[in-house]
């Protein structure tokens, strides 16, 4: 073949190929980005490609352009051209070379410019809820649904599972492809399992904006209930929460003296739901030991133990995946009149539908909106007639709870995961405060109904009124002294009795 000179070295298949792609790549980019640009949508496949897929796509037919013309260059020295030498001249003084050269210049900038965008977008888009949330949304539908339905909805995702700083941006980028590789080949769990092993200390992340110093005076907050009854009558607890604490603050007495101080703890389940061991460093120095005086550890197990120190999340494990109960939904829908509450019996029959298993969410929509309509038709005819509209509301609402709590895709639900921060329906502060751990000088952490909060008022059934004052809970039905002495996740959720208010009545 006759060595043709003035042809450039690029004139070979793989590079024209390289060309090719580089330029689409470039002109797809471009598109892209104004696309997002003018319309303001983030879409998170087009997010995909426009900060990851032609980015690649550019810088590998840009790698091909050299590439093609090293092989080129390589088949004519060897084919006995020693005019070429080893390494290319550069001769601006040629025209035709300087405009070439001129062209490199030009062309480089472009494309660092290019790739630079790219890869600050991209950053960004990695850190977009849209990303964390909706990329890969049959996994992340619960956590995303109830983010958006909590305090939080306007927290970024990564700002609580990040937080600042390069190194966890790129630890948490390794875990994220091993995720996606999780999520491609259906290898991750059914469930989503917590706690989160290797969550970022909620100190690093929480404390970015909160401020626990802070936390001096009490929190008034009212639990609204109805009974399950035909009027579904109201019960209200009005109570200040006496979230002090932290001893930098003038009242360093109250729930947030755990962050203060340092309290450490055995858990020997993974959900850490019992705890039969604690250690309370006080002031002075001196270590203070609780035992379960039901499940005592012996010298031994606690030596080889794994410890916790406690932190935010050991109280506020959901501050953002909040899921409600159907009868604290319920509760909730009367308050804000989603819900009728004179419809007869509504809270019973709801709760009762929302807590049957369902395969899929299309079931359960049948089901609620026939068991609803079924339920006035048969026992409330003039109900049925008088109320359609309340009764059609009430269908909608029930089926949006189910959606906001029911997850049969995940085979999540509202009590998959517990919230330590209460003791209603899981152990929650009662994990430690059930007054069965002792020390060795015979100190008990207490159980004290007021010792973190104080009942301001009570309305209930039970309550004349025009009654004096509460100063005690009471509860909606007789219970005895079990009040004190049974935790009350025990009969309010699964497991224990058969309770129709916690949502767990199955008939
Ligand atoms: C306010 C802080 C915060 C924000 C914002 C946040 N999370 Fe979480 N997330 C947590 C905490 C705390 C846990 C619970 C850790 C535990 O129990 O160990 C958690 C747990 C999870 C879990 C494990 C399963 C579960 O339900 O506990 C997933 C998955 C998750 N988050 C995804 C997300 C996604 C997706 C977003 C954004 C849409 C998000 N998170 C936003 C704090 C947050
Ligand atoms: C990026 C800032 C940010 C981060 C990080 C953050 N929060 Fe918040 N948090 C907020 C804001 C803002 C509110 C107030 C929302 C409102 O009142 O509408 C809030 C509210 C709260 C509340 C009160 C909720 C209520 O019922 O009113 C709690 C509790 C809380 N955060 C705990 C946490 C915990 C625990 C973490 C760490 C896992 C955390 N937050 C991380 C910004 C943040
Ligand atoms: C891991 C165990 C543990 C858990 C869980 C726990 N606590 Fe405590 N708490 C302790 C210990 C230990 C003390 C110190 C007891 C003492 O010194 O008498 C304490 C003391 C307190 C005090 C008294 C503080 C003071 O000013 O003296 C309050 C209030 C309190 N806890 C509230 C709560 C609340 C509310 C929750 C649940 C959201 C909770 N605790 C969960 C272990 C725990
Ligand atoms: C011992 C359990 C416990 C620990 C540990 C704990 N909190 Fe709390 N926190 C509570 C309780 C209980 C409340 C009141 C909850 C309610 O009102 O429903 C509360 C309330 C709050 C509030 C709302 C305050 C307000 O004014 O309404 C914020 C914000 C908060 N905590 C942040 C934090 C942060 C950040 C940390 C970690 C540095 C932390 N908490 C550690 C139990 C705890
Ligand atoms: C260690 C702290 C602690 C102790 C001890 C404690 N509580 Fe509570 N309790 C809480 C916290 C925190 C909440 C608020 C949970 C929330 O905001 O969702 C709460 C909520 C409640 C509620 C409202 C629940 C609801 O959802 O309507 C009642 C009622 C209540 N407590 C009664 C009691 C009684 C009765 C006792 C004594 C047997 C007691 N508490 C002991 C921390 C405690
Ligand atoms: C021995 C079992 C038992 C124990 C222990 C128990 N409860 Fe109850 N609780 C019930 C029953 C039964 C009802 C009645 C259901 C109804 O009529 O709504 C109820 C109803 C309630 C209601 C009203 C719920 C609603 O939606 O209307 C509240 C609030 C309540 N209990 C709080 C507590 C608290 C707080 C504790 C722990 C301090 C506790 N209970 C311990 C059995 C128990």
């Given at each position: 073949?006759?060595?043709r000179?003035?042809?450039g070295?690029?004139?070979?298949?793989i590079?024209?190929?390289?060309?090719?792609?580089?330029?689409?790549?470039t002109?797809?980019?471009i598109a892209f980005?104004?696309?997002?640009f003018?319309t303001g949508?983030e879409?998170p496949y087009l997010g995909?490609?426009?900060y990851?897929?032609?980015p690649?796509?550019l810088i590998f037919?840009l790698?091909?352009v050299?590439i093609g013309?090293?092989?080129v260059r390589?088949?004519?020295?060897?084919?006995?051209?020693?005019?070429i030498?080893?390494?290319?001249?550069?001769?601006?003084?040629v025209?035709?070379r300087?405009?070439?050269?001129?062209?490199f210049?030009?062309a480089?900038?472009i494309?660092v410019?290019?790739?630079?965008?790219?890869?600050?977008?991209?950053?960004?888009?990695?850190?977009s809820?849209?990303?964390?949330?909706e990329?890969c949304?049959?996994v992340?539908?619960?956590?995303h649904t109830a983010?958006?339905n909590s305090p939080h909805?306007?927290v970024?995702?990564?700002?609580?599972h990040?937080g600042?700083g390069?190194?966890?941006?790129?630890k948490?980028?390794?875990?994220g492809?091993r995720?996606l590789y999780a999520v491609?080949?259906?290898?991750y769990?059914?469930t989503?399992?917590?706690?989160?092993?290797n969550?970022r200390p909620?100190?690093?992340?929480?404390e970015?904006c909160h401020?626990?110093e802070?936390f001096?005076?009490g929190?008034?907050?009212?639990?609204?209930?109805?009974a399950p009854n035909e009027a579904?009558?109201?019960?209200?607890?009005n109570?200040?929460i006496n979230?002090g604490?932290?001893?930098k603050?003038?009242?360093?007495?109250?729930i947030?003296w755990?962050?203060?101080s340092e309290?450490?703890?055995?858990a020997?389940d993974k959900?850490?739901?019992?705890?039969?061991?604690i250690?309370?460093k006080?002031?002075?120095g001196k270590i203070?030991?609780?035992?379960?005086t039901e499940k005592p550890?012996?010298r031994?197990?606690?030596?080889?133990?794994?410890?916790r120190?406690m932190d935010?999340t050991?109280c506020?494990?959901?501050?953002?995946?909040i899921?409600r109960?159907?009868?604290?939904e319920?509760?909730?829908?009367?308050?804000s009149?989603?819900?009728d509450?004179?419809?007869p019996y509504?809270?019973?029959?709801a709760?009762?539908?929302l807590?049957?298993?369902?395969k899929?969410?299309?079931?359960?929509n049948?089901?609620i909106?026939?068991?609803?309509?079924d339920?006035?038709n048969k026992?409330?005819?003039?109900?049925a007639?008088?109320k359609?509209?309340?009764?059609?509301k009430?269908v909608?609402?029930?089926?949006a709870i189910?959606?906001r709590n029911f997850?049969?895709?995940m085979?999540?639900s509202?009590?998959?995961y517990?919230?330590?921060i209460?003791h209603f329906y899981?152990p929650?502060?009662?994990?430690c405060?059930d007054g069965k751990?002792?020390?060795?000088?015979?100190?008990?952490?207490?159980k004290?109904c007021?010792?973190?909060?104080?009942?301001l008022?009570?309305?209930?059934e039970?309550?004349?009124?025009?009654?004096p004052q509460?100063k005690?809970?009471?509860?909606?039905?007789?219970?005895g002294?079990?009040?004190y002495?049974?935790n009350c996740?025990?009969c309010?959720?699964?497991?224990?009795?058969?309770v129709?208010?916690?949502g767990?009545?199955?008939k």
């Open positions: 073949m006759p060595i000179k003035t042809a070295y690029a004139w070979n298949m590079s024209l190929i390289g060309m090719i792609l580089a330029v689409t790549a002109g797809l980019i980005l104004s696309f997002e003018i949508v879409k995909l490609m426009t990851f897929l032609f690649g796509m037919g790698l091909l050299p013309a090293y092989r390589n088949e004519r020295r060897k084919q006995g051209d020693v005019e030498p080893p390494y290319p001249r550069l001769d601006l003084n025209p035709h300087r405009h070439l050269f001129i062209f210049i030009l480089s900038i494309f410019l290019i790739v630079s965008i790219a890869s600050i977008k991209g950053f960004e888009f990695t850190e809820t849209t990303f964390c949330g990329l949304h049959v992340m539908e619960p956590e983010w958006g909805a306007k970024k995702c990564v700002e609580c990040v600042p390069a190194a966890w941006y790129v948490a980028k390794i875990s492809l995720q491609l080949f259906h290898t769990p059914e989503i399992e917590t706690p989160i092993e969550l909620a100190r690093d992340t929480c970015h401020w626990p802070k001096y005076a929190r008034q907050k009212v639990f609204y209930h109805y579904n009558t109201p019960r209200e607890i109570m200040l979230i604490g932290v001893p603050s003038p009242h360093a007495k109250g947030h755990h962050i203060g309290v450490t703890y055995i020997t959900k850490r739901l019992n705890i039969p061991y250690s309370v006080e002031k002075d203070t030991e609780y035992m379960s550890l012996t031994d197990e606690i030596a080889k133990a794994n410890k120190l935010c050991d506020h494990n959901r501050p953002t995946h899921y109960s159907p009868s604290q319920m509760d909730e829908n009367f308050v009149g989603h819900i509450s004179a419809l509504v809270k019973k029959v709760v009762e539908l807590t049957k298993p369902y899929t969410t299309e079931e359960a049948t089901s909106a026939g068991g609803i309509q339920y006035y026992n409330y005819p003039k109900v007639a008088e359609a509209a309340a009764i059609k009430a909608v609402e029930v089926q189910y959606r997850f049969p895709q085979k999540v509202w009590n998959t517990p919230n330590h209460g899981t929650g502060c009662f994990r405060h751990h002792k020390s060795a000088q015979g100190k008990v952490i207490s004290d007021n010792l973190c909060h104080t009942v008022g009570q309305k209930q039970n309550i004349p009124a025009g009654a509460v005690n809970f009471v509860h909606p039905v007789d219970i002294d079990e009040i002495k049974t996740s025990e309010h959720s699964a497991g224990g009795e058969d129709p208010g916690s767990r009545h199955e």
